[in-house]
Every structure is written in C-alpha cells, then in structure tokens.
C-alpha cells in the first residue's frame, strides 16, 4: 500500500512566522504535489514536482515555495504565514511515470494562522 | 484554462436510494477523469476512467465516462450511511500527472 505522511495534522503559527510542512512517500514516486483545499473551492494545486529538485508552478503558488531535495520528500515553505492562508494542506504523490494518474494523498495539516 | 465542474454540490438522501453524481471537465490534451472519496480526512481513491463508455464498478458504485460530450457520473445504489462524504472528481491531461478538481458533492445519507 502507498503511503504519504505529513509532518503534523494540526499546526497553529502566528502572522509572518516562516511555516514548514513536510510530506514523504514511501513508494518511490516521481511525482508529489502540494494542494490546499478550503470549503467551496475544492482542492487547488499550489506546485508541483516531477523528479528530484525539479519543480513547478501550480495555479496558486504565490507565497508558497518547495522544495525537493530527496525523491520521498517534498516541503512546502510560507515564507510569511498570512491569515488567508489559514486552510488544509493536502500531499499527494503519483505513479505518473508508470502511465498512472491516480495520486495518494497524505493525512492533511490543518492549519491556522492567527 | 482546465476547468471540472460538479453538480449538485450537495445531496441529501434516504438509506437504500440511489444517487447519480455529475462532473463535467474542459482539459487540454485529456487523458483521465478519476473519482475520489472524502470523509472527515485525505481524499482515497475510487476510479480512474480513460476511455468512454466503459462502466467501472466496485460494489454498489459505477462510473463512466463519455469523452465526446466531455462528463462522467458516478452512481451509488443501495445507499447506506456510510456513504456520506464529500466526492470529488478529477480530470487530468498529459502535465506532468497534474489534475484539475472540481468543487466536490457533498452526500449525507440520512438513516
């Protein structure tokens, strides 16, 4: 079974405290992501990785940055946590090498910016 | 601009209804629509269509897909109240693996 873990479910920071989260796959997957799901607008992609040290540009990523440094890990960075970015943080990584789009999503991180 | 778009965006029902969720996708260079499920936790995976007009089943849901008209539906017979959730749908082109979700329908079976 694929499985992603993330670093923490619930994390509280204060306003323009610099936020790490921390996801990794155990199944040898090229591909990770990083969404952020908030009530009635579904899951957005804030970027993306397909191999080691190589990233991507989602369709939300400002204030956002990553980085892939080992192929099972992949860290979102705030570099100033804001109130707006109060939200769930999903990972997720995918066989899409193999000609699989499924993706597996870890537990979540709620977090809260206060 | 991909876009998924799901209706309705929420549906109450009755234990042993049957319910039809719909998701209709504009993807450049299409390759999949998946269907996922969501309880209070990460979305797990249910299906994951390529071609039209192939019926994907695994118990009481089905899925298919028709890529001319661009939608698919998911159908949940018999339902039970665990089948309460948020369902999300996902198409996906040839980017790197990326997929586009729609908003989600959320289902509460009542008892």
């Known amino acids: 079974d694929v499985k992603v873990t993330q670093s923490s479910r619930y994390l509280v920071k204060r306003t323009g405290e610099k936020v790490f989260l921390e996801c990794v796959q155990d199944?040898?997957?090229?591909?990770m992501f990083w969404y952020r799901q908030d009530p009635g607008l579904g899951l957005r992609l804030i970027y993306f990785?397909?191999?080691?040290?190589?990233?991507e540009k989602g369709d939300i990523p400002e204030g956002y940055s990553v980085s892939r440094e080992k192929k099972e890990r992949f860290s979102l960075i705030l570099e100033s946590a804001s109130t707006n970015q109060t939200s769930m943080y999903l990972c997720?990584?995918?066989?899409?090498?193999?000609?699989?789009?499924?993706?597996?999503f870890g537990p979540g991180t709620r977090l809260t910016v206060t | 601009e991909d876009k998924v778009v799901q209706s309705p965006l929420s549906l109450v029902v009755h234990e042993g209804d049957t319910v039809t969720l719909n998701c209709s996708y504009e993807?450049?260079?299409?390759?999949?629509l998946l269907w996922y499920k969501q309880e209070k936790k990460a979305p797990t995976f249910l299906f994951m269509l390529?071609?039209?007009?192939i019926e994907k089943k695994s118990g009481r849901l089905s899925s298919i897909l028709d890529k001319k008209e661009l939608f698919s539906i998911l159908n949940i017979t018999a339902t039970q109240t665990g089948d309460s959730a948020v369902y999300l749908c996902?198409?996906?082109?040839?980017?790197?693996?990326?997929?586009?979700f729609g908003q989600g329908t959320i289902l509460t079976v009542h008892p």
């Open positions: 997720a990584s995918s066989p899409w090498t193999s000609g699989r789009y499924e993706q597996y």
């Open positions: 199944m040898d997957h090229e591909n």
């Open positions: 390529t071609s039209s007009g």
């Open positions: 993807v450049t260079n299409f390759r999949s």
């Open positions: 990785s397909y191999d080691v040290k190589m990233k």
């Open positions: 996902a198409a996906g082109g040839t980017s790197y693996g990326k997929l586009t």
